[in-house]
């Protein structure tokens, strides 16, 4: 199915049905094949408004480049590309190149929620097999057809996102050795448990009973991403949960988080959510049109969060190359 989209030629569809009372949970909302070049082509996902979407994009030849929170990859033929919007990310044609792609756009509570659960697996560059990438291009043509449907549109846009589930999640086997997966398994459960105090990679590392160099290495290849990182989305996470409780102050949510100072909580939370935090109380990052939850927990952090004990102000430890 690859080669007959890439046969197919260049083509953009833009997916838009009449409102319905029932609505659904997973829905398409854009899906292309295009050739794309420099410097034209560039995405900025704070930049593209507040209703929450999420974008699966295929490298089919050519380079691109992706910018995801403060980590760059380059992404070339046979890389896959996962992303949300609003988040602070942007991905655009290096000079001189031109990026060979097709994509899919999607919404909808669940389909968010599962993309939030890949993007915390595997991070937000990951290979599939060739079976899922011919899977994937199918739908892409099928969401092109001019007598799609409503509901063939939802269908599709589950298909798409369960076949790169089961390729990255319910197929794949532990990245680490088994003692290295419970040593980071161990790590993770201690950052949740304690994002208030101090986390510090070193100390970090000590935890797993790992080197540092070693640590990093493996924490980054279970989470696609640095653990400093990983902490500071787990505090923005927990800020998010907080600030829609209401139940704290902005300043008390951000000594809760792990900041000591409320004004650089606020700095790191809109770089995030591309949202102040007393506007995204007010107002919510998902407030939506669309009749979706102002916010959705992944599942398995559906514990808390109701109001920790008053804390004093705690040193904030951020990621290495923070400005």
Request: some cysteine; glycine content about 6%; charged content about 25%.
């Amino acid at each position: 199915m690859l080669n007959s989209l890439v046969e197919r030629g260049p083509f953009r569809t833009t997916i838009s049905f009449p409102r319905r009372r029932e609505g659904f949970h997973v829905m398409a909302t854009s899906a292309g094949h295009e050739v794309a070049e420099s410097p034209i082509y560039d995405w900025d996902g704070r930049k593209r408004g507040s209703t929450p979407f999420s974008i699966l994009q295929y490298t089919i030849g050519g380079t691109g480049q992706l910018r995801y929170e403060r980590r760059t990859w380059r992404l070339e033929g046979g890389d896959a590309m996962l992303i949300t919007v609003p988040h602070d990310h942007r991905y655009w044609v290096p000079p001189g190149h031109s990026w060979s792609l097709f994509w899919i756009a999607m919404s909808g509570k669940e389909v968010l929620r599962l993309h939030r659960t890949i993007l915390k697996s595997v991070g937000p560059v990951f290979k599939l097999r060739p079976e899922t990438v011919d899977e994937l291009a199918g739908i892409c043509l099928s969401l092109n057809s001019p007598s799609l449907s409503a509901a063939r549109a939802s269908s599709d846009a589950y298909r798409a996102t369960m076949a790169i589930y089961d390729d990255l999640i319910n197929r794949s086997e532990s990245p680490l050795d088994e003692p290295d997966h419970q040593a980071i398994s161990r790590v993770v459960a201690y950052i949740r448990s304690n994002l208030h105090e101090p986390l510090g990679v070193d100390m970090l590392a000590a935890t797993a009973g790992l080197s540092r160099a070693h640590f990093s290495r493996s924490f980054a290849r279970t989470y696609g991403l640095p653990p400093s990182e990983f902490v500071q989305r787990e505090r923005m996470e927990r800020a998010a949960r907080l600030l829609i409780n209401g139940e704290l102050s902005i300043k008390a949510v951000s000594t809760v988080c792990g900041f000591d100072d409320p004004n650089y909580f606020a700095k790191v939370f809109r770089r995030s959510y591309a949202i102040s935090p007393s506007a995204f109380r007010t107002n919510g990052m998902y407030s939506a049109q669309t009749g979706e939850q102002r916010w959705e927990q992944p599942r398995e952090q559906a514990r808390e969060e109701r109001p920790m004990p008053d804390l004093s102000p705690l040193r904030s430890v951020e990621p290495e190359d923070r400005a």
